[in-house]
């Protein structure tokens, strides 16, 4: 690898570390124990992103968070935004019938990223917000998505994404193995379950929804739920009540001549 894409690589991992900081920011030495470069680099890569405005300074010194250039660019990708109308009075409807978090997921090259979540709860500390991110294979939307993907694309994500596995928190043990088990019983479904791997007492649903065009990418409606709810009569029917609420946002679109 050239050092420009090393350089590459190493300013992209850093915005991925200040999408998570949040407001608070966060230091050189931490930004650069979990890039795994050392702090010179770091910090010239840092540098680099404070003076596009990708970067700036947190409240505390010594502390970086993104900066107002990040928004600026995610308001121009329109991409997203139809995706985000046609499913939100779906996900809004079954989050006021069942009580449940819902969320929309995407994928971003190896990752799952949250385009969208509706919750009734706001008081409530998510694992994920929107633009929160998990390795594809980790959680029940993401095992959706990769569950409708061609054998091909899978086999890429999974090697991509083996030692991730094992790294990633988890209350049960998850390697490249389970996540795989995890997908063909999500293509025997029809949608993908997850049964407390990442939260104590809490799993989840996934309901993957194919694009309508080659212009619209696969989207999986997923949502959280206790463990103790999540019984073999339960699963299929809260995936019914989710399906009959986002109605024609899932139906495939309408056949030349009928």
Same mark, same amino acid.
């Given at each position: 690898?050239?050092?420009?894409?090393?350089?590459?690589?190493?300013?992209?991992?850093?915005?991925?570390?200040?999408?998570?900081?949040?407001? *608070?920011?966060?230091? !050189?030495?931490?930004?650069? #124990?979990?890039?795994?470069?050392?702090?010179?680099?770091?910090?010239?890569?840092?540098?680099?992103?404070? @003076?596009?405005?990708?970067? *700036? =300074? #947190?409240?505390?010194?010594?502390?970086?968070? !993104?900066?107002?250039? $990040?928004?600026?660019? /995610?308001?121009?990708?329109?991409?997203?935004?139809?995706?985000?109308?046609?499913?939100?009075?779906?996900?809004?409807?079954?989050?006021?019938?069942?009580?449940?978090?819902?969320?929309?997921?995407? %994928?971003?090259?190896?990752?799952?990223?949250?385009?969208?979540?509706? &919750?009734?709860?706001? @008081?409530?500390?998510?694992?994920?917000?929107?633009?929160?991110?998990?390795?594809?294979?980790?959680?029940?939307?993401?095992?959706? !998505?990769?569950?409708?993907?061609?054998? /091909? *694309?899978?086999?890429?994500?999974?090697?991509?994404?083996?030692?991730?596995? !094992?790294?990633?928190?988890?209350?049960?043990?998850?390697?490249?193995?389970?996540? *795989?088990?995890?997908?063909?019983?999500? %293509?025997?479904?029809?949608?993908?379950?997850?049964?407390?791997?990442?939260?104590?007492?809490?799993?989840?649903?996934?309901?993957?929804?194919?694009?309508?065009?080659?212009?619209?990418?696969?989207?999986?409606?997923?949502?959280?739920?206790?463990? +103790?709810?999540?019984?073999?009569?339960? $699963?299929?029917?809260?995936? +019914?009540?989710?399906?009959?609420?986002?109605? &024609?946002? $899932?139906?495939?679109?309408?056949? =030349?001549?009928?």
């Amino acid at each position: 690898m050239s050092n420009t894409s090393t350089n590459a690589v190493r300013a992209l991992d850093i915005l991925l570390v200040l999408g998570d900081g949040g407001a *608070e920011g966060v230091s !050189l030495a931490d930004i650069a #124990a979990r890039v795994g470069h050392p702090k010179p680099a770091v910090h010239r890569s840092l540098v680099s992103l404070l @003076q596009k405005g990708f970067a *700036e =300074p #947190a409240g505390r010194h010594g502390r970086y968070r !993104l900066g107002p250039a $990040i928004p600026m660019l /995610a308001r121009r990708q329109a991409r997203l935004e139809p995706l985000i109308l046609k499913f939100r009075p779906g996900m809004t409807e079954f989050a006021r019938r069942t009580g449940h978090s819902v969320y929309m997921m995407v %994928q971003a090259g190896v990752d799952a990223v949250c385009a969208e979540l509706v &919750t009734r709860s706001p @008081q409530r500390q998510f694992s994920m917000g929107v633009g929160g991110r998990v390795p594809m294979g980790v959680a029940a939307g993401s095992v959706a !998505l990769m569950s409708i993907m061609t054998e /091909a *694309e899978r086999l890429q994500l999974l090697d991509a994404n083996a030692e991730r596995y !094992l790294s990633h928190p988890s209350v049960q043990y998850v390697d490249r193995t389970i996540v *795989e088990a995890q997908i063909h019983d999500a %293509q025997r479904r029809g949608y993908a379950v997850n049964m407390a791997f990442y939260l104590p007492g809490e799993g989840g649903l996934g309901l993957p929804v194919r694009g309508s065009s080659l212009y619209e990418v696969n989207v999986a409606i997923s949502f959280t739920a206790p463990l +103790e709810m999540m019984t073999e009569t339960w $699963i299929p029917q809260i995936i +019914e009540e989710l399906r009959d609420c986002l109605g &024609t946002a $899932i139906l495939p679109p309408p056949q =030349p001549g009928r």
